[in-house]
């Protein structure tokens, strides 16, 4: 299953350092995910873009930043991260927002 | 707000032993409904789903889900579990009143004993 692709797989970064995360889709959805996957706590949503409208969990702190520059891209700007922050990253996509969600591999993600 | 709550987050069987696991949201609206499974090193994959219509849904590899409108419950269930059923199974939620939230639940990890 190659319709939504994530680099990188694996990261690993220091608390001063910038990264960005890349997620592609390749479904011709109209919306795309980004989630935390950490170990015993529910899949978090972190940010949601449909149809170029962002919406955002407000919980999400300022050091995530979205970026989707058109319906088949998108990315996460990562940048003075904390350990805590440290969990699989999993976008996703889907066709209007209340359907079918598909999900990539995740970015394993490790803050030292 | 819209929430998901699911019972059991560890299961363990054997196989042929028949499976359910519970599902409950809250939401004041109209719902979509979702189960999906997570297979050891794979991605996260759509099981099954709930738009409307039958409230008795059937999924892939056996599995069924009832929506029970009354109870806010969607749950999963299989008649006779496999060892390859050994995933991570998450409900998932989300209302079509305009929100573009989906929700989680916090999943359950099945393990099937050959």
């Known amino acids: 299953e190659t319709g939504v692709t994530q680099t990188p797989r694996h990261l690993v970064m220091g608390m001063t350092n910038k990264k960005s995360l890349k997620c592609e889709q390749h479904?011709?959805?109209?919306?795309m995910y980004w989630y935390k996957q950490s170990a015993k706590k529910p899949l978090e949503l972190m940010f949601v873009y449909s149809l170029e409208e962002r919406v955002e969990n407000n919980s999400v702190p300022s050091r995530f930043s979205p970026e989707c520059p058109n319906s088949s891209h998108l990315f996460l700007h990562l940048h003075t991260l904390q350990p805590e922050d440290s969990a699989l990253y999993l976008c996703a996509s889907s066709q209007d927002p209340p359907d079918t969600q598909y999900f990539g591999p995740g970015t394993r993600l490790t803050v030292l | 707000a819209q929430s998901v709550s699911q019972h059991n987050h560890h299961v363990i069987l054997s196989e042929a032993a028949s499976l359910e696991l519970g599902c409950n949201y809250s939401y004041g609206g109209t719902v979509n409904l979702f189960w999906y499974v997570q297979y050891p090193g794979q991605h996260l994959q759509l099981l099954l789903k709930y738009f409307s219509g039958d409230p008795l849904v059937k999924g892939i590899k056996g599995f069924e889900a009832e929506f029970i409108k009354s109870k806010f419950s969607f749950n999963l269930r299989k008649p006779s579990v496999q060892w390859s059923d050994t995933a991570e199974y998450f409900c998932?939620?989300?209302?079509?009143?305009?929100?573009?939230?989906?929700?989680f639940g916090r999943g359950t990890s099945l393990i099937v004993h050959p």
């Open positions: 998932a939620v989300n209302g079509r009143g305009g929100s573009y939230i989906p929700t």
């Open positions: 479904l011709g959805h109209n919306a």
